[in-house]
């Protein structure tokens, strides 16, 4: 995928980010309800966002395993800056302080000891 695709694929989870910000409240009202709508769209793709699924691609850590790598709470800054990666399939998308507090909730609710 050139350059134009990944700034369209950019743009376009920007907008869908933006929009889904505005829809959730009304459909979850729990801030790890509304954390869980919010990983589902953005990141369910690759990575598996549940109690027992799996990441359909290889790289994408399981979020219920994530406190096994590093303190979630090193997410939040993480979120609002734009998580990038050194491979091109995962999209940078910048997280609001009121969907990183909801996507950390829902994350932490996960977490296997």
């Known amino acids: 995928m050139g350059n134009g695709g990944r700034w369209r694929r950019r743009w376009v989870c920007a907008l869908a980010a933006v929009l889904l910000g505005s829809v959730l409240p009304a459909q979850a009202n729990g801030l790890t309800e509304r954390g869980q709508a919010l990983v589902e769209f953005n990141c369910a793709r690759c990575h598996a966002v549940g109690k027992t699924d799996k990441s359909s691609h290889p790289d994408a850590p399981a979020f219920r395993t994530l406190s096994k790598r590093y303190p979630i709470t090193d997410l939040e800054e993480a979120l609002a800056e734009?998580?990038?990666?050194?491979?091109?399939?995962?999209?940078?998308?910048?997280?609001?302080?009121?969907?990183?507090?909801?996507?950390?909730?829902?994350?932490?609710?996960?977490?296997q000891p």
Do not use: K
Request: charged share 15%; net charge negative.
């Open 82 to 111: 734009g998580i990038s990666t050194g491979h091109p399939d995962m999209p940078e998308w910048v997280a609001s302080p009121d969907q990183i507090e909801a996507i950390i909730a829902y994350i932490n609710s996960l977490q």
